[in-house]
């Protein structure tokens, strides 16, 4: 037999190599080599080949003996198990040649060498290859053995790695991809401990795994060793990172951070042959963030870097070393859901029906599935589980593969974005709840459920099979506009899910959204829990900002964030953010908010809008927002948000209301800062040529317009005939404020309800000469081509 390299070290390797060592194993090597000088850290180590399983396999006669057990399997005299176990078998009895122990061993001391330490722990990692096919991807497929340590457990684990090719789940997916089982090769990668289990580790992506939006970095950690965030054994912490903003140091464009549960951490075990457990992750460690910002801002910034040299987006692994406080990649291979995902085309789910919420939690995906709920605690029950049903259970691992094709959707009781289950169902396109605690108690075995996954970043699983609408809009051939067409945006992961139509920035995000959907609590209640009088909500007040040293500090932080991600969907596009518009009886509804707020018997025109921010009943909580402002524009970057002010009745309100905005640092024209007016109301209109010399622009809430032009409620059923934005009354109005605004050389456009529902009246305003109207999202794309159809005509004629 001609001489054979039986080990590589990772500085030799490339992406040139995958024939050599594999995908996993050619990764590291190209990091290690061309990322480097970046400040990029990966782990040192080495790797045997190819060549070395193919000597292994000859020396000891395998080949046949392997052959024949697959052919008994085919010809159906064994099962899959029993075939796996026979060829399993095999390999802990063979024995590894001379030549590549002795290699193994040789690199083993020189690795312990480089790191200082006797005996270094080490990763013992499978890198499979298909020699004609070096591309084909086997991740997943393969046994990882983490704090190796010695000469002996090492070359015990290269053998186990090498009998790993046949576990039962890899000889299943070369089945089903067609793949020869002999001409798949393994390398096994022999690389440095990061001591994470002492510090803290995770997964990364460099685009949104939820959304394909690719400007930004997805990172999920939780304390200890990696394996429980990737295999979805806990829920993890969750950060967001604009990417665009990273190369200004100055700022800190985290657009969104979500404390996980993280409730057990892998850490190393010694004797007998376990070399890790998971012990309960303390108390205090689950209520703290696994990584500061600092720390976020690195690792995304290394995403950006390999990302750029691999000219794809990536799936990444990281550990944070707890003894040095290093970080590291340890993994890099290409992200292959989104970034393979028709663009074309967007799908809209909704459900027509809401029903009684069994188990909720992160939503992964965008659609919505139903079918009977089969509980499952092992995949050995596999037998149990029928096709189309909704798989129930725990956590999922590769094992769990061949009754998740068959299921409908996916319910897991832990996990984040990056756990197996996640990775799997996007891969599938399949619907799942990922980290919904407890579901395996609240959904009842053989219950029809319906999971939606439409409702933004929350997935729900609801009692019963429920009604659901599917909408392909189609994104080809959609003509420009003279007219800014914007969007109408309510939630952060609105934003991210809509991030591919061709809207021109956002015309309306509504900050009472954020803080009714996310924060859920009064902000003057947040100011001074110690004067909220209702114990229940006190307690319910202190439980939300149980992370905070200031209450008030939860409400600016939380308002930030999800701004901020709004904002950062659109970049460098403006953003207008409408200052909160709560009436009375809504605010009553946020915790804590009943004893603050009056009661009315009209609040649609009672004290909302402007009147509440100079008011010494609201003016704090107005602070805290416009400190949420500053926060996104200032600390975040995102200057594109320029803030609008609702329902301001009057010029002396107006000025009020400006003096309050530059009293919080929110000075109008300062770093470009625009604040904007909506008109809604008559004297908006009336005196539209003093409105213009105080503010950048208008924008027409034509709800509340029509409301107040025709005197009718527009809540009433009674008179709803009656209440339409197409009126004479209503239409004149708008046309007298959009010439004001024209003359006065200031914005104006509109952010109602109605171009959405009315193409004529999409048409009227822009007849007109309005500069942007801002729809709703589903509507984007038919009211688009309208009014491209409206501008041709009119420059025709």
Not at 393 to 405: F, N, R
Not at 498 to 523: C, Q, S, T, Y
Not at 715 to 737: C, H, T, W, Y
Request: proline content about 4%; aromatic content about 6%; glycine content about 8%.
């Amino acid at each position: 037999m001609a001489e054979i390299t039986h080990v590589l070290w990772f500085e030799e390797l490339g992406n040139s190599d995958v024939p050599r060592v594999g995908g996993k194993n050619a990764s590291l090597g190209e990091m290690i080599r061309s990322l480097s000088a970046q400040g990029i850290s990966v782990p040192d180590g080495f790797a045997t080949t190819a060549d070395a399983y193919r000597e292994f396999l000859e020396v000891n006669g395998l080949d046949e003996k392997i052959r024949i057990r697959l052919d008994d399997y085919h010809a159906g005299k064994k099962s899959l198990h029993k075939t796996g176990v026979s060829i399993r078998r095999l390999f802990g009895q063979a024995s590894l040649s001379a030549g590549l122990e002795s290699a193994v061993r040789e690199a083993y001391r020189t690795l312990s060498e480089r790191t200082g330490r006797e005996d270094t722990d080490v990763a013992v990692r499978s890198s499979a290859t298909a020699e004609d096919l070096p591309d084909a991807s086997f991740a997943g497929q393969q046994e990882s053995f983490l704090n190796v340590s010695g000469e002996e457990e090492l070359l015990d684990s290269v053998k186990r790695c090498y009998a790993s090719l046949f576990t039962d789940r890899a000889i299943s997916y070369r089945e089903e991809k067609g793949f020869d089982h002999m001409s798949v090769a393994l390398s096994v990668g022999v690389q440095e401990m990061v001591r994470s289990d002492l510090g803290c580790s995770g997964v990364m992506f460099s685009i949104d795994t939820e959304t394909g939006f690719p400007r930004a970095v997805l990172i999920n950690g939780a304390w200890g060793l990696g394996e429980n965030v990737v295999q979805g054994a806990v829920n993890p912490d969750e950060f967001r990172v604009f990417k665009p903003l990273l190369d200004d140091t100055s700022l800190v464009p985290i657009v969104e951070k979500t404390l996980g549960a993280k409730e057990k951490k892998m850490v190393y075990a010694r004797g007998g042959s376990k070399t890790t457990k998971n012990i309960n992750t303390p108390k205090e460690d689950r209520r703290r963030f696994v990584l500061e910002d600092k720390e976020v801002l690195t690792l995304s910034r290394w995403a950006v870097a390999i990302e750029e040299h691999y000219g794809m987006p990536m799936d990444m692994e990281w550990a944070k070393d707890g003894e040095t406080g290093e970080l590291k990649i340890v993994q890099a291979r290409p992200e292959t859901v989104q970034s393979r995902r028709d663009m074309g085309s967007i799908r809209s789910y909704s459900l027509d029906q809401r029903g009684e919420v069994l188990a909720e939690g992160l939503s992964v995906g965008d659609a919505v599935a139903t079918g009977m709920a089969l509980l499952l605690k092992s995949p050995d029950d596999i037998e149990q589980f029928e096709d189309g049903a909704v798989l129930v259970t725990e956590m999922t691992d590769p094992d769990w593969a061949p009754i998740m094709k068959r299921a409908a959707a996916i319910v897991t009781e832990h996990g984040g974005r990056t756990s197996h289950a996640a990775i799997v169902s996007r891969e599938l396109g399949i619907p799942a709840v990922v980290g919904a605690e407890g579901a395996m108690d609240k959904i009842p075995q053989g219950r029809q459920i319906t999971v939606s996954c439409a409702e933004g970043e929350r997935g729900y699983v609801y009692d019963k099979k429920l009604d659901f609408r599917v909408e392909e809009l189609d994104l080809s051939n959609i003509p420009d506009t003279k007219t800014r067409i914007m969007m109408n945006i309510a939630s952060p992961a609105a934003a991210y899910h809509w991030w591919r139509l061709p809207a021109k920035g956002i015309g309306l995000a509504r900050m009472e959204f954020v803080i009714n959907d996310v924060i859920k609590a009064h902000p003057m209640a947040l100011i001074n829990i110690d004067a909220v009088e209702d114990e229940a909500d006190k307690r319910r007040l202190r439980e939300l900002t149980r992370f905070y040293d200031d209450p008030a500090e939860y409400f600016v932080d939380q308002l930030a964030l999800g701004l901020g991600k709004i904002a950062s969907s659109q970049y460098p596009e403006p953003v207008i953010v409408r200052m909160s518009d709560f009436k009375t009886n809504e605010y009553a509804q946020l915790v804590g908010g009943r004893q603050f707020e009056p009661e009315e018997a009209n609040p649609m025109i009672g004290f909302r809008g402007a009147s509440r921010y100079y008011s010494p009943k609201y003016a704090a909580g107005f602070a805290l927002e416009c400190l949420a402002i500053r926060r996104v524009r200032e600390r975040m970057g995102l200057t594109n948000v320029a803030v609008m002010i609702p329902f301001c009745r009057t010029l002396e309100e107006a000025d009020r209301v400006l003096t309050e905005l530059a009293k919080n640092g929110l000075v109008r024209g300062k770093d470009g800062l625009e604040v904007l007016v909506m008109a809604e109301i008559p004297s908006n209109v009336i005196l539209a040529e003093e409105f213009a010399e105080r503010f950048d622009g208008f924008s027409i809430g034509s709800n509340d317009l029509t409301q107040l032009v025709l005197g009718v409620d527009r809540d009433s059923g009674e008179l709803a005939p009656i209440f339409d934005e197409r009126n004479e009354a209503v239409k004149k109005m708008i046309a007298q404020l959009i010439q004001v605004a024209r003359r006065k050389g200031v914005k104006v456009g509109i952010c109602g309800q109605a171009p959405s529902d009315h193409p004529e009246f999409a048409a009227f305003l822009v007849e007109q000469g309005i500069d942007s109207i801002s729809l709703n999202p589903d509507s984007v794309l038919l009211t688009q081509r309208r009014i491209a159809k409206t501008e041709e005509e009119m420059a025709s004629g």
